[in-house]
C-alpha cells in the first residue's frame, strides 16, 4: 500500500460567498478517485457537488467490488447509474471532472476527465495526463455564456465530462505505466494545478516536493496565498476568487494514509 496524503478545501461560490466544497476524494484498497463537480449558474439544476458525490459514490463501489475492471468502463457504467437513478438529462444536468489512479500488481493505471489532472513521477521522467480541450475553448474566447458551455459540453467539437452522457466516459485521456516504474502520482482538482498552469508559482516536480517536504496542505496555501494578493483577478483573470481545492499524493516509496477526512 503506497503512502497516500490528502489535502482539500473549500473555494467561494459564483457570488464569492463561502459554500461546502464540491471536490470529493475517494480511496479504495487500490485505487484513488478525485472528482470535482462544475458550479451551476442554473439555480433549477443540483449543484455539481451533489453529482460528483454520486458519481463519486458509485464509482468506487463498482471499483471495490471489481477492483481489476477497465477504468473507462467502470465509469461509463457509474455515469449510466445515476444518471437513471436521478433521471438526468444530457444538457440540462449537473457534471464532475473525473481523475482516477489505480495500482496493480504489474502497473499503475490513470484516467482524466476534463480538467482535473494526474501526475506520475518516476523512472520514465514527469508524465503530465491532463485533459486540456476545456482549456483551449475558453482560451479561443468559446465558452462565453452558459448556453456556450451546454452546446460544447460533451460535443465533438467541444469538451467532454461527466454528466448524463455515459459515452462521455470513451473520452477520457488514458495513461498506464509499470509499477516498478512508478515513484508517486499526484491527483488534483483544477483550484490546484492552476497554480502550475495559470499562476505559474511552480511546476510539477516542485510540487511533488513540497508535498512530500510539507505535506500537500503547503501547496493549497500557497495558491491561496497568491489568490490573496489578487483578490479582484486583475493578474490572473478566473470566475471566482477562490476555487476549491484538491490535491492528493500518492508515493509509492512508503506505506499509510495521511490526512485522510
Known amino acids: 500500500m503506497p503512502e497516500i496524503a490528502i489535502a482539500g478545501r473549500a473555494g467561494v461560490g459564483a457570488d ?8 470529493h476524494v475517494v480511496v479504495l484498497d487500490n485505487a484513488v478517485l478525485v472528482l470535482d ?9 443540483p ?57 496493480l500488481g504489474d502497473r499503475v493505471d490513470a484516467l482524466v476527465l476534463a480538467d482535473s489532472p494526474v501526475v506520475a513521477f518516476g523512472g520514465f521522467g514527469v508524465d503530465v495526463v491532463s485533459d486540456d480541450r476545456l482549456a483551449r475553448l475558453r482560451r479561443r474566447g468559446m465558452l462565453q455564456t452558459g448556453a456556450d458551455v451546454r452546446r460544447r459540453r460533451n460535443a465533438h467539437d467541444g469538451f467532454w465530462v461527466a454528466e448524463a452522457v455515459p459515452g462521455a466516459a470513451a473520452h477520457a485521456v488514458r495513461r498506464s505505466w509499470p509499477r516498478a516504474d512508478v515513484d508517486a502520482v499526484l491527483l488534483a482538482s483544477d483550484g490546484v494545478s492552476i497554480g502550475v498552469d495559470q499562476y505559474a508559482l511552480f511546476d510539477w516536480p516542485e510540487v511533488l516536493a513540497t508535498a512530500r517536504a510539507d505535506g500537500p496542505d503547503a501547496v493549497l496555501d500557497a495558491v491561496r496565498t497568491a489568490e490573496k494578493q489578487d483578490p479582484d483577478g486583475e493578474r490572473w483573470p478566473r470566475p471566482k476568487r477562490h476555487d476549491d481545492q484538491a490535491l492528493v499524493l500518492v508515493d509509492f516509496t512508503s506505506g499509510g494514509i495521511q490526512g485522510l477526512p
Request: no cysteine; proline share 9%.
Open 16 to 23: 464569492g460567498h463561502p459554500r461546502p466544497s464540491e471536490d
Open 37 to 45: 463537480g462544475a458550479t451551476s449558474s442554473d439555480p433549477s439544476q
Open 47 to 103: 449543484p455539481g457537488g451533489w453529482y460528483a458525490e454520486r458519481l463519486a459514490r458509485r464509482l468506487a463501489e463498482d471499483l471495490g467490488a471489481a477492483p481489476e475492471a477497465d477504468l473507462t468502463d467502470a465509469l461509463t457504467r457509474a455515469i449510466a447509474v445515476v444518471t437513471a437513478e436521478n433521471d438526468l438529462r444530457p444538457q440540462r444536468s449537473p457534471s464532475s471532472t473525473v481523475a482516477a489512479v489505480r495500482w
